[in-house]
Antibody
Framework: EVQLVESGGGLVQPGGSLRLSCAAS????????MHWVRQAPGKGLVWVSR????????SYADSVKGRFTISRDNAKNTLYLQMNSLRAEDTAVYYC??????????WGQGTLVTVSS | QSALTQPASVSGSPGQSITISCTGT?????????VSWYQQHPGKAPKLMIY???SRPSGVSNRFSGSKSGNTASLTISGLQAEDEADYYC???????????FGGGTKLTVL
């Protein structure tokens, strides 16, 4: 059974940092592109970032470019999202998502990030 | 404002069929057959229902079907059931730097 389990969310002050982790199991992690997708409270889904299978290629939404960094450790089957210079508008549930090609196949349960003073 | 446009809400009675539209541009929906649809129940993670415009993952009911014409994709749910009540999101690959875009979501109410 495919499992994606996010952790690392919480309350952080504006300008602060957080690192999210996503532990993957039940599939061959190193053969999948991985993404982060977020959802602000009561709002829709927004793509945040992606990373290719070996971690050599990354992409970011304009809203997080220069502040967020996606990475992965295939030996540990884990995906990361380093979030710096956090803003109130970054408040959301962050989902770790696998991508086998043209769609988002499996989603984690999400981790809530709240940016507030 | 979301990159893809969906109706905010649709409704139907049990047994009926409904269709949810998803309108983009030639840079996303119209340019690629990489449209997918997701179902999200309150408090839960989204679930893939349709990929590559009209393909269904294993385990998804054949009451769900997808199609595309030009810059507009559609999700049709036939034989509506109470358990279908949820939010539905479309998504598409895009040639812009955003890479992947979502619609704003459609709330389906089963009357």
């Amino acid at each position: 059974e495919v499992q994606l389990v996010e952790s690392g969310g919480g309350l952080v002050q504006p300008g602060g940092s957080l690192r999210l982790s996503c532990a993957a199991s039940g599939f061959t992690f190193s053969t999948y592109w991985m993404h982060w997708v977020r959802q602000a409270p009561g709002k829709g889904l927004v793509w945040v970032s992606r990373i290719n299978k070996d971690g050599s290629t990354t992409s970011y939404a304009d809203s997080v470019k220069g502040r967020f960094t996606i990475s992965r450790d295939n030996a540990k089957n884990t995906l990361y999202l380093q979030m710096n210079s956090l803003r109130a508008e970054d408040t959301a549930v962050y989902y770790c998502v696998s991508n086998s090609g043209s769609s988002f196949d499996y989603w984690g349960q999400g981790t809530l990030v709240t940016v507030s003073s | 404002q979301s990159a893809l446009t969906q109706p905010a809400s649709v409704s139907g009675s049990p047994g009926q069929s409904i269709t949810i539209s998803c309108t983009g541009t030639s840079s996303d929906v119209g340019g690629y057959n990489y449209v997918s649809w997701y179902q999200q129940h309150p408090g839960k993670a989204p679930k893939l229902m349709i990929y590559d415009v009209s393909s269904r993952p294993s385990g998804v009911s054949n009451r769900f079907s997808g199609s595309k014409s030009g810059n507009t994709a559609s999700l049709t749910i036939s034989g509506l059931q109470a358990e279908d009540e949820a939010d539905y999101y479309c998504s598409s690959y895009t040639s812009s730097t955003t890479v992947w875009v979502f619609g704003g979501g459609t709330k389906l109410t089963v009357l």
